[in-house]
């Protein structure tokens, strides 16, 4: 399935803009209006489609805010060129602040897709089309409102909360913040819990809408949130559900990331991409992830600007097991270009080939079976301890790696293999920073990413071509669990406050 885009213009009125229309503005006829779209199942389709669009552009840069804040990846910086710095090399650091301008984008598009979200359900509520068929419509929508909110208020902490559209720009600027985070999930879980009765499994989802949220997506993401949220029972029966919804493990791990089998058994929920023509639905996340100095050794192209970002550390490396079958499928240790080998270890998940520059046919995976198998052998273990489900969930995973079985383990040894195992099974998929707030109070991840910033000052992973540490680097306060609100965001409305030390 395409996420078409460009299907209608819409103008984002949420806190930045103002949508006075002049006087010398006229109606384009070339293009469909809101007043009389949405009003069929195929337009509200194609809405979607867009709303999946905009998933695409979020998904593009979230390894800056998911993996390259953690411990899993650095960078193979460029000493020639610092123009990074300031910006998406502070995630790396532990430099940002709130004049960020990726904290800035990545606020705005968050708040962007939620914009389109609440304008077509409320357009889909008075549209013409049958009751029948727009629950499953509705409910895919509050799935995506969920969804987003659910990376909110890990992000920031107790966000504003919108469910509707304005009627005048000047009722952006009375907007406050929630006031917890508890608010926020609590909006969460009732959109979640729609979108799990209304959505359709993923054996029973129409063919034109493949690669679309189903009601494992759902499911998978309310028991993370529960998981989040320590509310382990809660978890521990949501999970299980998703379990009859008819997945299963892949039979080898290069399987589940091979273009040729997307939206596989494995898959529950991947962000869709289309490599390979001219429709700008493509992917490129190999062009920013190899070595800056790889040249067509790793991408197949001359010529082509590498990113050299979401390079695997050292210890991410060394986290893998003797024999286990994931490692060579998720990163390399390095490349050989004109004979000689370069120790730049680079993510190799997302590496397939495709026929034009730039352009990779490679979706995206959010949540899989292997995924939801570990929340569940975590929730299990965290509600009564390690019993043999939990064991025999966290040893599926274990077995089709080539590793041997977890038995017999202390609730808190359980508890260490298990996030191990998400680290190295789910590496350079977006799991990481997460998985370490829920599994740490702010104080302890201060703590363990402090660690990690003295081991890559040590022994940094990358050659860094003579530029020294700036003695702020890799220094983590516990304020940081938490990103500051955008400092832009607060100087237009100035109701909205910012998180504590920011």
């Known amino acids: 399935m395409k996420y078409t885009i460009a299907i209608i213009t819409l103008a984002f009125c949420f806190f930045l803009s103002s949508c006075k229309k002049g006087l010398l503005d006229k109606t384009d006829p070339t293009r469909i209006g809101t007043g009389v779209f949405y009003q069929d199942v195929a337009q509200v389709n194609r809405a979607i489609n867009g709303i999946y669009g905009q998933l695409q552009g979020i998904t593009n840069v979230n ?30 650091y532990s430099t940002v602040n709130s004049g960020n301008g990726e904290i800035t984008n990545l606020w705005v598009r968050y708040y962007q897709a939620m914009y389109n979200i609440n304008l077509t359900l409320e357009k889909l509520a008075t549209s013409p089309i049958d009751d029948a068929a727009k629950k499953p419509l509705d409910s895919e929508l509050k799935f995506l409102r969920g969804f987003l909110y659910f990376d909110l208020v890990r992000y920031f902490g107790n966000v504003v909360i919108v469910t509707n559209t304005f009627k005048s720009p000047a009722e952006a600027y009375d907007l406050l913040r929630s006031t917890s985070a508890d608010e926020v999930y609590a909006q969460i879980e009732t959109d979640l819990k729609a979108a799990i009765d209304g959505l ?33 029972p809660e978890a521990v029966n949501t999970l299980k559900e998703l379990l009859t919804q008819g997945y299963s493990l892949m039979p080898n791990y290069a399987d589940v990331f091979d273009i040729t089998q997307k939206n596989n058994a494995e898959s529950v929920f991947e962000i869709q991409y289309q490599g390979d023509n001219d429709l700008g639905e493509n992917s490129n996340f190999m062009y920013v992830f190899a070595p800056r100095t790889s040249g067509n050794v790793i991408v197949g192209f001359a010529g082509q600007g590498l990113g050299g970002r ?24 390095g490349f050989t270009k004109d004979g000689v080998f370069y120790p730049i270890p680079y993510v190799n998940k997302y590496n397939h080939a495709h ?13 899989r079976y292997a995924d939801v198998l570990l929340m569940l052998a975590e929730a299990i273990n965290e509600a009564t301890g390690p019993s043999s ?24 040894d359980f508890r ?20 370490l707030k829920r599994t740490m109070d702010p104080a302890a991840l201060a703590a363990f990413m402090n660690a990690h910033g003295a081991e890559e000052k040590a022994n ?7 530029v020294a540490f700036n003695q702020l680097d890799y220094v983590y306060e516990a304020k940081e669990a938490i990103f500051p609100v955008p400092a832009s965001e607060i100087l237009v409305n100035n109701k909205l406050t910012q998180n504590d030390g920011y």
């Not at 298990?418 to 920073?433: S, T």
């Open 355 to 367: 026929t034009i520059p730039g352009r990779t046919n490679d979706n995206w995976p959010i949540y």
């Open 389 to 412: 489900d939990a064991e025999g969930y966290l040893n599926q995973v274990r077995t089709r790696a080539g590793l041997t079985a977890k038995t017999g383990l202390s609730k808190d």
């Open 200 to 232: 359709p499994s993923k054996a029973n989802q129409a063919a034109a809408l493949k690669g679309r949220a189903t009601k494992g997506t759902a499911q998978a993401t309310l028991g993370e949130m529960y998981l989040t949220l320590k509310k382990y």
């Open 63 to 92: 390894y800056i805010f998911k993996e390259m804040i953690s411990d899993n990846t650095t960078i193979d910086l460029n000493p020639s060129d610092r123009g990074g710095a300031a910006g998406w090399e502070a995630f790396e």
């Open 416 to 435: 260490t293999a298990v996030l191990k195992e998400r680290r190295v099974e789910l590496a350079f998929e977006n799991h990481r920073w997460f998985d």
């Open 310 to 333: 979401n390079i695997p550390t050292n210890n991410m490396i060394a986290a893998y097991e003797a024999g286990d079958l994931r490692k060579d499928v998720s990163l390399k240790t």
């Open 460 to 466: 940094p992973t990358v050659d860094r071509g003579g």
